[in-house]
T-cell receptor, first 111, second 112 residues
Framework: DAKTTQPTSMDCAEGRAANLPCNHS???????VYWYRQIHSQGPQYIIHGLKNNETNEMASLIITEDRKSSTLILPHATLRDTAVYYC????????????FGEGTQLTVNP | DAGVIQSPRHEVTEMGQEVTLRCKPI?????LFWYRQTMMRGLELLIY????????DSGMPEDRFSAKMPNASFSTLKIQPSEPRDSAVYFC??????????FGPGTRLLVL
């Protein structure tokens, strides 16, 4: 897996957009970028993934730079329930079977 | 769908005892994963199965740990004998070929 670097923690005001960055400068051409989150005491939850193009689903948007060396997860209107640890993962296998979780970013959404 | 089901949700045992954790994957999913999460080491992949066959067990800590998947709807992770350093949250996850991993709620294990 390509090494990923994320800030240890971030804060966001409720209702505002949360932008979580991830650096993956050693990513190879066929490695996807996956985002998971883990709310306290729960199992990790899949959010979104992408290869080259920007992606959007009901939970979030994923912006991948043209050189693919970094990406940003955007939660457009953060709520208190979005407080969690967010993991950026670039598994070597395109099937997404071998997920290596780093330390992630602790996002705290404040009222 | 009930999601991935794990049992028990909490387990407290004494050192030296055998511990068996159970997982029922989502129906139709053909891959199953066992993870362990601790404060020190984070979330680690222990082993995963494709179509009930173990594919990669390189994350299994040592011979005290064993995992089985006798059929597509059931898997066990056994620790024998258990040690205090095995205390952790153990997660099971499942997926299909096309989809991403769905995680269960975890089993919180405390070995005294």
């Amino acid at each position: 897996d390509a090494k990923t670097t994320q800030p240890t923690s971030m804060d966001c005001a409720e209702g505002r957009a949360a932008n979580l960055p991830c650096n993956h400068s050693t990513i190879s051409g066929n490695e996807y970028v996956y985002w998971y989150r883990q709310i306290h005491s729960q199992g990790p939850q899949y959010i979104i993934h992408g290869l080259k193009n920007n992606e959007t689903n009901e939970m979030a948007s994923l912006i991948i730079t043209e050189d693919r060396k970094s990406s940003t997860l955007i939660l457009p209107h953060a709520t208190l329930r979005d407080t969690a640890v967010y993991y950026c993962i670039t598994p070597k296998e395109t099937s997404g079977s071998r997920l290596t979780f780093g330390e992630g970013t602790q996002l705290t959404v404040n009222p | 769908d009930a999601g991935v089901i794990q049992s028990p949700r909490h387990e407290v045992t004494e050192m030296g005892q055998e511990v068996t954790l159970r997982c029922k994957p989502i129906s139709g999913h053909n891959s199953l994963f066992w993870y362990r999460q601790t404060m020190m080491r984070g979330l680690e992949l222990l082993i995963y199965f494709n179509n009930n066959v173990p594919i990669d067990d390189s994350g299994m800590p040592e011979d005290r740990f064993s995992a089985k998947m006798p059929n597509a709807s059931f898997s066990t992770l056994k620790i024998q004998p258990s040690e205090p350093r095995d205390s952790a949250v153990y997660f099971c996850a499942s997926k299909t070929v096309q989809e991403t991993q769905y995680f269960g709620p975890g089993t919180r294990l405390l070995v005294l």
